[in-house]
């Protein structure tokens, strides 16, 4: 384990301040490495109860490695711990998170990460961030500190609690601690660079590539470029790259590996090259301006057309990634006009500004119901993470 | 869990209220119920008599046995939502069927509640190889579902062990496992989509064809929830590439913990075998005797560990699994020469219970999932349990995974057997929450195990999960009393260890 890591655990002062926040009757806003929240001082002004600032709950400083044992495939961690010190810890080891937790700023945690629920390029070939989880603890909105799941691969035991965390961003409770499923890193990587004449042309192919028993571990779609990479042994991967060149359209990049870097963290171009969507000064991120590009992720089956997004904007403001199923948007477009688009092709969208959530496709009748209902369950007296 | 026709003698435990009077109110009820119902379910999905509600009155699980108040085999998703509305209007608990293959008495019956069996819901709507999934209805088998999409070249991964009966739905209320699910992990990882109907007949749709949905992730709160939550009505399961090569070592080694030893050293070399299992003498003697799978039955242990994937890494990662069984002094190797050997050297592992149920008249499942380390201290300790009790154990071990299949012989016919070999059980869960593992791996609470539930958790969490069920089922109907125990229950099952000695492991930290 390396030393580096810094190790404090604030658990129990957590709880006492989920519990002081409780008895003075005021809200909690979580705020990790801060990389994918508003900073508090600018939300407290559009909350619909003014009068009630809400308490500021710091957990970044809740972090180090609780356990790790590499042949139990097993890494058990504080919330406040970085992505980068985790990964570097797993990776003297061999072992890698396969669902590539994004690290948008350098300071990103892990608690942020499977509080928002994001999973980097492998998601659709080797399982998302909820999928490699396998407890937590977490502090609820009574201040109580519970326990869900564990530390063994399969567990039947009571409701799946934690895997519910994951993507909840924070309103069910505080999560203090996490433990996940690890996995051996592949012994190769390859990329492999095509071109393609249109979206619908990467989407057909990587559709067909999907349904073979190939290696892909990650996908995406930029422009008339399409990307494949190949993970696992140095056998499958061989294979996998002549499968994929054979007919003399691919090449292999033997920068890949930064390229998907650069997408997991969203610092490739499609990201950074625009100032609406980055580097803007986080006091001025407002939901939707209008006028300005918002960043639009798409959540959508593989398999849809692109030409049935195609009036949300021109070929160039797309970047497709996971075979088809996670589709980049920069448009001025209003969040009706994409929440319906999505709908229609059995989707959600989600709007970011500077990796901040700022617009979230609504949810309606049985299903809006349950989600209050399930908020009650969790904390009755609405404390967390009031504007989520 | 019992298997055996004998565990329906006498001493199995009958839960039904044998006072007169309430008897006849019930039957009183049953009429008006069944007179109820019949508005939108035609007669022959209403079962009523002794004779047709008999082969209902247990799951799997044949230890426990209840007759519902009624049996109804709805064939539509209308009338499984009228069945609902009725149920909330006239606060009738209802228990949701599969196949009844669940091992741990999840779809036993409520004396007062009628069973919705679900086996009418038996088609495959959909299969798109191009997409990569099927829309199927509860009621398919496991197995049916890899049959189909085989022309395709492709599967439905999880695999548990009872996949030719088991049915999806009853999968999906279990979160079920199977032999490859280190690699390819459980149900809960492999359905995108469900249709249930809610405890007020409302029909709802979790989870998409998209790789994740706006809100909660209430895909995987409803995978597992054991027909407390809603009544799964359709499944979209993912399918996968058939894979091109696979291949089974088979390795004997002199003791039980040389065999856990190579598991760990496996997966410290990088190598995610497909499947991975462990049994121990006892287990390989009765499989071998049953299956004749070619098993040696001299090996103190046996581990099967498969390798699936392209063919050259499957010969790369064949090799590194040789090199490391060696360095960890397997006695033989073998590799199946053929797929016909390949499957039967699996038919052994897979009919491993019942191959066991003929070594004594009864025998009794147990489900534990620990952490892997801890395999050769939970052997010795279950080897003292087994004198304790005066009771043989057989062991079979989801090694990859943790999960452990301790297998208790017993008889009971003989007085007394069976309440020992429940206490017997009860003892080695506790066992696997005192090691860091959990009382079910993959066979789910149900009514079994929900006292140890009292162990894993403690009185908050409980509480929490209660708040769970409150949130989705209000009037407490769906499928009431099983997976989460009241806190009474936990008093009186405290009190009654407290009785009998120290409470069970009071140093632990409870969860």
Known sequence: MADNIHNTDLSSSLVDQVK???????????????????????????????????????????????????????????????????????????????FEPPNYTGADTIGGVIACGLSGPARPYAGSARDYVLGLRLINGKGEYLRFGGEVMKNVAGYDVSRLQVGARGTLGVITEISMKVLPMPQAERTVVRDVASHDESIGILVKESRKPLPVSASACIGDQMMVRLSGSEAAVEAATDDLTADGAGTVDEQ?????????????????????????????????????????????????????????????????????????????????????????????????KAQ?????????????????????????????NRRQ | ????????????????????????????????????????????????????????ESDGLTALKQTPLLVVLPETIEQVQAIMRWATETVTPVVARGAGTGLSGGALPHPDGILLGLAKFNRILELNPESGYAVVQPGVRNLAISEAARPHGLYYAPDPSSQIACSIGGNVAENSGGVHCLKYGLTVHNVTQLKVVTADGQLLTIGSHAADSAGYDLL??????????????????????????????????????????????????????????????????????????GYPVDAAALLLCELDGLDAEVAAQIEGVNKVFNDCNAVSQHIANTEEERLLLWKGRKSAFPAVGRLAPDYYCIDGTIPRKTLPEVLRKMDLLSEEYGLRIANVFHAGDGNLHPLILFDSNQPGELERTEELGSR????????????????????????????????????????????????????????????????????????????????????
């Open chain 2, 220 to 293: 995987a709160l409803l995978t597992g929830s054991e027909g407390m939550l809603a009544i799964t009505v359709e499944i979209t399961v993912k399918l996968l590439p058939v894979p091109p090569s696979a291949r089974l070592v088979m390795a004997t080694f002199a003791s039980v913990e040389d065999a856990g030893l190579a598991v760990g050293e496996v997966i410290a070399a990088g190598i995610i075998p497909a499947g991975l299992e462990l049994m121990d003498n006892p287990a390989i003697r009765a499989a071998e005797a049953f299956a004749k799978c």
């Open chain 2, 1 to 56: 869990m019992t298997a055996s026709p004998q565990a329906s003698s006498p001493d199995a435990h009958d839960v039904n209220l044998a006072d007169p009077t309430t008897q006849v109110e019930r039957e009183q009820r049953r009429k008006e119920a069944a007179a109820a119902l019949a508005q939108w379910l035609p007669q022959h999905s209403i079962l009523q008599s002794r004779e047709e509600l008999g082969p209902y």
């Open chain 1, 256 to 352: 890949g590996n930064l390229f998907w870097a650069a997408l997991c963290d969203q610092k490739q171009e499609f990201f950074t090259g625009h100032s609406d969507l980055a580097g803007k000064p986080r006091s001025s991120d407002t939901p939707t301006d209008p006028g300005t590009e918002t960043l639009w992720r798409m959540s959508v089956p593989d398999y849809t057309a692109q030409s049935e997004l195609a009036d949300l904007g021109s070929a160039d403001a797309w970047l497709l990634e996971w075979g088809g199923a996670q589709r980049w948007l920069r448009s001025t477009s209003s969040p009706a006009e994409i929440y319906q688009h999505a709908e229609a092709v059995g989707g959600h969208a989600s709007g970011f």
């Open chain 2, 428 to 511: 080695i869960l506790q066992l696997c929450v005192e090691v860091g593992g959990t009382i079910t791996g993959e066979h789910g609470v149900g009514m079994e195990k929900i006292n140890e539930m009292c162990v894993q958790f403690d009185e908050q969490t409980l509480l929490q999960f209660h708040a769970i069920k409150h949130a989705f089922d209000p009037l407490g109907i769906l499928n009431p009393g099983k997976a989460i125990p009241t806190l009474q229950r936990c008093a009186e099952f405290g009190a009654m260890h407290v009785h009998n000695g120290e409470l069970p492991f009071p140093e632990l930290e409870r969860y």
């Open chain 1, 20 to 98: 002081a926040a409780i008895a003075d009757n005021k809200a909690i806003e979580i705020v990790g490495g801060g990389s994918k929240s508003n900073r508090p001082d600018n939300v407290t002004r559009q909350q619909s109860d003014p009068g009630l600032e809400p308490a500021i709950l710091e957990v970044a400083g809740n972090c180090g490695i609780v356990s790790y044992e590499p042949t139990e495939l097993v890494v058990t961690v504080r919330n406040g711990t970085t992505i980068a010190e985790l990964k570097s810890a797993l990776a003297e080891q061999g072992q890698c998170l396969p």
């Open chain 1, 356 to 384: 901040v959530l700022v617009a979230d496709q609504p949810l309606t009748g049985v299903n809006q119901h349950l989600h209050q209902q399930l908020k009650q369950a969790f904390d009755p007296q609405q404390l967390f």
